[in-house]
């Protein structure tokens, strides 16, 4: 008995335990073949369409809950009716290649998609609506609406899951689909293993039959000249011939840095959507959701809790998540009640440091600003307002630069400093900064300088 099959019968013997004799005998008992294992979902083979539906609306959750104790990856339970199988087992009887060693020669590429992300359990608001609109209509036609489809934020927000909702939701109108999900950094890695092996055709032959490429975090491209020139062949084979390309980024497409132009000008063809923080009421919205994935009893935890933690966790979504996971553990292993009290010390070791790190940073941002217009003989006020004359322009740029380089905050938060400047308008400022450094002297001198300044204060 191979692996799968066996963990199938032991959750098949755990959940005779916890539905009715007849129930189980009318439904799951007689499941006893897996007919594949594809694209992270285990098919199981069951009778008819009515057993089949009844499954899927009374057991399948359970099934798939009892699945994660077994496998680390994440698989998820498909039902597959016995005539389906036959069906799909005949049509690939009658495909037989010209050529042998095509069969066995190329190797199917795996779509590495992650079945729990689906656009049912992503929680959409304000944030993220534009982006989610984005999704469902690529998902829907492929090639068709939007390519590429280009999506940009900050880490945590949800990118991986969006992009991981497209490839699920093509998959499940046809599993013939070939999706295929990589992070840019996988890719480069791939690349890199192979040209040394000089093997370039296996590289590029792997990728150019797929129909939907999603391509993570592709900022990581960058300075990889030899991937850019190997991803850009492969964008225009795809582009060209309809196949839908979904991209995601810490950044506008424009603000990518040492990736070649003529790619990151491709990246504008299709349509380009931003993902920003959820707000509160939002936040909420996402525990409530998370809350009912972990638990069927949705009034488990009340409401002023998720307030609570919501409240607390406003920086993104996997903090979030992570928060209401540590609630309910907590409260759950000691048996005490979902109350804020409780949460609060359920989630004090995280706060805390989380609170005194925000509070030092802000200390020493102010520190820093403080220093940086002392040094150029202005106000504070001038440094951190819109003006923008040279006097002041530069001094500013400056010292976005050095609050990045020395606390490595994200871009939308250093414009906090700076009366509310966009995400882009910092990040340019910094790369200006980090470019003149090396071109002009007086730049490399004044940083130099304020760097010992600021950390001797
Ligand atoms: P990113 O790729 O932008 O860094 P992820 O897609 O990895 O972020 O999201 C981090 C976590 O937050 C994941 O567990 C994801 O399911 C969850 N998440 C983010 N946004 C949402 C949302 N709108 N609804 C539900 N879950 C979300
Ligand atoms: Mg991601």
């Not at 030899?226 to 980024?249: A, D, G, M, P, Y």
């Not at 292993?333 to 804020?340: G, I, L, W």
């Not at 802000?362 to 106000?379: A, F, M």
């Not at 500013?396 to 905050?409: E, G, N, P, S, W």
Request: charged content about 30%; proline content about 2%.
């Amino acid at each position: 008995m191979d692996e799968q099959t066996e963990i199938w019968q032991e959750i098949k013997s755990q959940l005779a335990l916890s539905y009715d004799e007849s129930s189980y005998q009318e439904t799951l008992e007689s499941i006893d073949s897996i007919f594949k294992v594809q694209n992270n979902y285990i098919y199981l083979i069951v009778e008819n369409d009515f057993v089949k539906r009844r499954i899927e609306l009374l057991y399948l959750q359970k099934m798939n809950r009892l699945l994660e104790n077994f496998t680390t990856d994440t698989y998820k339970y498909k039902l597959i009716t016995r005539e389906q199988a036959e069906q799909e087992l005949s049509s690939q009887k009658t495909f037989s290649p010209a050529d042998p060693e095509e069969a066995f020669g190329r190797q199917d590429l795996q779509s590495n998609l992650n079945p729990s992300y689906t656009f049912d359990n992503f929680v959409v608001g304000h944030s993220n609506r534009l982006a989610y609109t984005s999704a469902i209509k690529v998902a829907d036609q492929p090639g068709v609406v939007a390519n590429p489809l280009y999506i940009f934020g900050d880490v945590g927000l949800g990118k991986t899951h969006l992009m991981h909702c497209v490839g699920n939701y093509i998959l499940e109108g046809d599993i013939h689909k070939k999706v295929h999900y990589v992070k840019a950094d996988h890719f480069v890695e791939e690349y890199v293993r192979l040209a040394n092996k000089k093997r370039f055709d296996e590289f590029h032959e792997q990728y150019r039959d797929v129909d939907v490429l999603l391509v993570d975090d592709i900022q990581f491209l960058a300075k990889k000249e030899k991937s850019q020139l190997e991803f850009f062949k492969l964008f225009e084979h795809l582009h060209s011939r309809q196949k839908q390309i979904v991209i995601t980024s810490d950044r506008s497409a424009n603000d990518l840095k040492d990736i070649m132009k003529r790619l990151t000008s491709r990246f504008l063809w299709g349509v380009s959507v931003d993902i920003n923080r959820p707000d509160l009421d939002h936040r909420i919205k996402i525990l409530e959701k998370k809350l009912m994935a972990e638990t069927s009893d949705k009034s488990l935890i009340p409401g002023k809790v998720l307030e609570y933690i919501a409240s607390v966790f406003d920086n993104n979504v996997r903090e979030l998540e992570g928060a209401l996971k540590r609630v309910l553990f907590f409260c759950t292993a000691f048996n005490y009640e979902f109350t804020v009290k409780n949460a609060e010390i359920a989630l004090e070791s995280l706060i805390q440091p989380r609170n005194n790190h925000h509070d030092h940073v802000k200390t020493k941002v102010q520190n820093l600003l403080s220093v940086v217009s002392d040094y150029y003989h202005i106000s504070t006020s001038d440094l951190v307002s819109k003006k923008r004359t040279r006097n002041f322009l530069y001094p500013r740029q400056v010292a976005m630069y050095l609050i990045k380089t020395r606390f490595d905050l994200p871009y939308k938060r250093i414009g906090l400093y700076f009366g509310n400047r966009d995400h882009s308008t910092v990040l340019h400022s910094v790369e200006k900064i980090a470019n003149d450094i090396n071109q002009d002297r007086n730049v490399r001198i004044d940083v130099e300088k304020l760097t010992v300044k600021c950390g001797e204060s």
